[in-house]
């Protein structure tokens, strides 16, 4: 592939305005598929979890899951949507061989929820917050795809593959596409503000407890859409859609790459190709994948198996009497129940760390202990291993245990740093991986003493400093004696037996 | 010939009951049957495209230890039955009539198969059938066509032609057939025996590989209008799998058909619907038709006129719809998952298979209706076409509400013509499609209809049919007024018309 010559973004800024869409699916984690009674669960041996209907066998028919229409309502009403009283399921027709039936079963112009917004906040130019309404044109119900593995070949892609397998289990999986409406006028922030979209649909999808909201394994997906008109134009410029862009950093980074990409081809005089685009993590560039023209007819029409899909407005009510508290309002609040400073908050949402933090605070921790662990040590590995926050396999629990540990001299901080390690390795609870690795603090005083006395035998000038009033010098009895002790002691009772001995 | 196999569903169910037979005879007397005139591809009646013999003969036996130990699964417990090829039938070929599917053997069975398996039917094979039920003759099986039992040199009707010439023929007491635009109706007009189309959604399409999904429904193919009822009893009624099932009882049919039987028609209001008739109808079609409405009149019935105006639209609606339902339906037919795989030379993609296997695969009349299809579903014709028909379908749907104001039945010839010959009109297809003219308005509207048959035209000495439509879910007044018609008729003939079938040569299979 040839690298595509970029424009530099200050640039891109002076000549063009951006223009955003996004188009995020969201995997629901219901127990069974849209359309059938297979299990929608993560993992298993490829296709374990199928049935005629979700292998779309000849004669087999489709009937909705109720559980799936009730998360659907629920994520259009948080995100302030109309919710539809009558709506239809329709097909969208196109032929791929991991598509059971070569047309998906999705919402076309029916949407079961639609004419929405979602308030997000991004860092303005005065290092303040910025609140930036994004307006939601929908959000409709469908099934996921099989998954496509092409075998041989260097790419992995289906080009220059020696065959390809078909795994179904995730046919059939529901999912939710939320569409926002054009995102205009946001110029430099653009990029910053699709991330913050993204993060804090994420979080309003964890706090409904709809989904997973795993970027990683592909339970969130975001689609981003990016085009650019000359400054003050009316009219949008050509789009291009960056396909499965999958963490939140990646969605800013291809917002950016395109943005470049685009002002350079437009610059030169050349025009944007209307295609769908695939995003590389590694290199952080996009490359051209089909081409999507008004050719493209999916010939939608309603989906004659299915009855059409009424939520009385009752039901509706009573899904917004299960709505949780709106994120934004709610970090407002944990601001201030936690003495958090608005940097703290900040750093804490932008490693999306808050549920985490949050739930640690729930756990026991203090709000000041939880945070330092999340985006201290934790944080880090997370960038290090390239996993996000809260896939290390660390819970909130785990950290709140660490914590108590530490508060009762169990262990210290250095110490703490190899529990997480640890458990990260999958080595147990805090109170296993510390009975694995025998990292607990001594502190039976007897043995503590003992090594103590042994640091003074071995130091006499340094005894006798400290002998003579000259206090301070007892940092080379107490490197001694933890030394001696493998770091597992608490470096304070070190110091008073060593004044207690030596005055 | 066993003496067995010219007696009703409901005469066998009753000598099973008293002990006169086993299910085990009965189905090895139609299995003889089917073995003695049947034939192939090439000759006999060719109604079967699988025989289970043997997968019948234990369903059979299963039934007989079951009326053994006082444990009757049903009343039609141990009578055996046929199957058309659209239905999956777990372990044994399902091929819808279609090269694509040949070898294909579902792991499952359609619930209406799983309703005569739990009701104990012995399921003696599939039948034969146009090409995904497209078609008015079955002559556009891939496996060859079936013929008409009273003139092998004519076509049987369809698409399910070989349900009809079935039962007919005498291989089989009952058959499932499934109606899209008249494929229960017109093959019993034309092969002399009763076939009705439910109400849509009255009997599940689980498992029933679908043409159209808002016009296809499942429903009986029978000799007399009381076997239909009582296999409608079984077959009926909701389906959790098929969301569009009906979610009442099916109702007490077969007690319909007993008191339709005595006769008595009085305050019965039957409208005959003016654009079912006239031109394009065969006269001894249009003769035998005003007979039976002299005897419906005679039996205390009150005959009126009524128009439904709209119907002259019903075959171009029906023409977009469905073509538009098939398309889609057929897209999965790709060579990735089952059935037919064609791989062509060189180093071909996912895309290159899937094109050679269904242009070997799927027929010619396949293939039109998916190129119709595809056309009037495609941006800036979906309008003017598949929206267009769905308006004419709702005035349908209108026309029938208007009428069933002030009617409670409503009648017309089921085809317009007799068994014509095979090869007549393959080359042209609209003169095929206009054998559904009378038939389709029902499939848009839902409604049940029966077609029993009422006499042997004079020209040609040949089945004709009369159709009988009700309001929806009105099932219970098809078999009421066509059981008192068939009561009527036969008491004129002296006997069933199946009786005059000319004795059928046996052939070698």
């Not at chain 1, 002002?263 to 999507?292: C, F, M, N, P, Y």
Request: hydrophobic share 40%; with cysteine.
């Amino acid at each position: 592939m040839n690298a595509a010559t970029l424009m530099g973004l200050d640039e891109v800024l002076a000549t063009f305005d951006p223009a955003l869409g996004l188009e995020v699916h969201v995997e629901l984690n219901t127990n069974t598929k849209m359309f059938c009674g297979c299990p929608a669960v993560f993992g298993g041996e490829p296709n374990s979890q199928v049935c005629p209907t979700c292998l779309g066998l000849p004669g087999a028919m489709p009937v909705v899951n109720a559980k799936a229409v009730e998360a659907a309502i629920r994520i259009g009403l948080a995100l302030n949507c109309e919710i539809a009283e009558w709506c239809r399921f329709a097909r969208k027709n196109y032929f791929y061989p991991d598509m059971p039936k070569n047309f998906q079963t999705s919402q076309y112009d029916e949407p079961i929820a639609f004419e929405g917004y979602m308030d997000v906040t991004i860092e303005g130019d005065d290092g303040e917050p910025e609140v930036f309404r994004v307006e939601i044109e929908r959000a409709h119900m469908e099934e996921d795809t099989g998954k496509s593995l092409h075998v041989g070949g260097a790419t992995g892609r289906i080009h220059g593959a020696d065959f390809s397998l078909v795994d179904y289990n995730r046919a059939g999986i529901p999912l939710i596409e939320i569409v926002t409406k054009p995102i205009q006028g946001a110029g430099a922030k653009a990029p910053a503000i699709a991330k913050a979209y993204v993060a804090q649909l994420r979080e309003l999808i964890l706090a409904l407890g709809v989904s997973d909201a795993r970027m990683d394994q592909g339970s969130i997906r975001a689609d981003v859409n990016l085009s650019l008109a000359p400054k003050g134009a009316d009219k949008l410029g050509t789009r291009t859609e960056t396909k499965n862009v999958n963490s939140l950093r990646s969605v800013q980074r291809a917002v950016i790459h395109e943005m470049q990409r685009h002002g350079a081809i437009l610059a030169g005089g050349g025009s944007i190709l209307q295609e769908t685009r695939h995003w590389h993590e590694d290199t952080g560039v996009t490359t051209s994948g089909r081409e999507k023209s008004d050719a493209d007819d999916y010939r939608y029409f309603p989906e004659p198996d299915l009855v059409p899909v009424a939520p009385s407005r009752e039901w509706v009510e009573e899904l917004r009497a299960t709505l949780p508290e709106n994120p934004t309002e709610k970090r407002a609040r944990l601001q201030i129940e936690w003495g958090f400073s608005d940097l703290d908050m900040r750093d804490t949402v932008g490693a999306g760390a808050l549920g985490l933090v949050e739930e640690t605070i729930a756990a026991g921790a203090a709000p000041q202990a939880a945070r330092k662990w999340w985006l201290g040590e934790l944080a880090r590995r997370s960038n290090e291993d390239g996993v996000e926050i809260g896939a290390l396999g660390v819970t909130p629990a785990d950290v709140a245990r660490v914590q108590a540990l530490v508060e009762a001299k169990t262990i210290n901080d250095k110490l703490a740093r190899s529990v997480f390690e640890g458990i990260i390795a999958g080595e147990g609870t805090p109170d296993e991986v510390i009975e694995k690795r025998g990292l607990a603090m001594v502190s039976d005083d007897g043995a503590l003493s003992a090594a103590v006395e042994a640091a003074i035998e071995a130091n006499p000038d340094v005894a006798d400093k400290i002998r003579d009033g000259k206090v301070a010098a007892a940092g080379a009895l107490i490197g001694a004696v933890m030394k001696e002790m493998r770091g597992q002691a608490d470096a304070g009772r070190v110091r008073e037996l060593i004044i207690e001995k030596l005055t | 010939m066993s003496s067995w196999i010219k007696k009703s569903a409901a005469e066998l169910a009753d000598a099973l009951a008293a002990g006169e037979v086993t299910s085990v005879e009965l189905t090895q007397a139609h299995l003889d049957r089917i073995a003695a005139v049947d034939g192939d591809a090439d000759s006999g009646v060719h109604a079967f495209l699988h025989v289970d013999a043997e997968g019948a003969l234990a369903q059979a036996k299963a039934s007989d230890e079951r009326r053994a130990a006082g444990i009757p699964a049903s009343r039609l417990d141990g009578v055996p039955i046929a199957v058309k090829d659209i239905l999956t039938t777990i372990g044994t070929p399902t091929t819808a009539g279609s090269k694509i599917l040949e070898g294909w053997i579902p792991p499952y069975d359609a619930t209406v198969v799983k309703k005569l398996k739990d009701a104990g039917l012995p399921i003696l094979g599939k039948t034969n059938m146009d090409e995904f039920a497209m078609g008015s003759s079955t002559e556009q099986s891939a496996f060859g066509p079936t013929r008409n039992p009273w003139d092998q040199s004519r076509i049987p009707g369809g698409s399910g032609g070989g349900s009809a010439a079935a039962v007919a023929a005498f291989e089989a007491p009952l058959a499932i057939g499934t109606d899209t635009g008249g494929s229960i109706r017109q093959p019993g007009a034309v092969t002399g025996t009763v076939g009705v189309k439910p109400t849509y959604g009255g009997v599940s399409r689980y498992g029933l590989i679908a043409m159209a999904n808002s016009l296809d429904q499942v429903g009986p193919v029978t000799r007399t209008v009381l076997d239909s009822a009582l296999l409608h009893e079984v077959i009926g009624g909701h389906d959790p799998l098929d969301s569009t099932s009906i979610d009442a009882p099916v109702g007490d049919l077969a007690d319909a058909a007993r008191h339709g039987a005595g006769g008595d028609l009085t305050g019965v209001r039957v409208g005959v619907i003016t654009e079912l008739g006239g031109e394009g109808y065969q006269a001894g079609v249009l003769a035998k038709f005003n007979e039976s409405l002299e005897l419906l009149r005679s039996a205390g019935a009150e005959v009126v006129e009524v128009s439904c105006p709209h119907f002259v639209h019903a075959l171009a609606t029906y023409y977009l719809l469905m073509p538009s339902e098939a398309s889609s339906n057929l897209a999965k037919f790709d060579a990735m998952r089952f059935g037919l795989r064609v791989v062509p030379d060189g180093d071909p993609s996912a895309e290159d298979v899937m094109r050679a296997s269904r242009d070997a695969g799927f027929g010619d009349e396949v293939k039109r209706r998916i190129i119709l299809g595809t056309y009037a579903l495609s941006s800036g014709y979906y309008d003017a076409y598949y929206g267009q028909a769905q308006k004419v379908r709702t005035l349908i749907t209108q026309d029938f509400d208007k009428a069933f104001e002030s009617v409670d039945v409503l009648v017309s010839p089921t085809s317009p013509t007799t068994a014509f010959k095979l090869g007549e009109k393959t080359d042209d297809p609209l003169a095929m499609y206009l054998n559904d003219l009378a038939t389709i308005p029902a499939n848009l509207a839902g409604v049940p209809g029966i077609s029993l048959p009422n006499g042997l035209a004079e020209e040609d000495g040949l089945p004709s049919g009369f159709q009988i439509l009700a309001p929806v879910t009105e099932d219970a007044r098809l078999y009421r007024v066509g059981a008192a018609l068939e009561a009527l008729l036969e008491k004129n003939w002296g006997g069933p018309i199946l009786d005059r079938l000319p004795e059928l040569e046996g052939v070698q299979a």
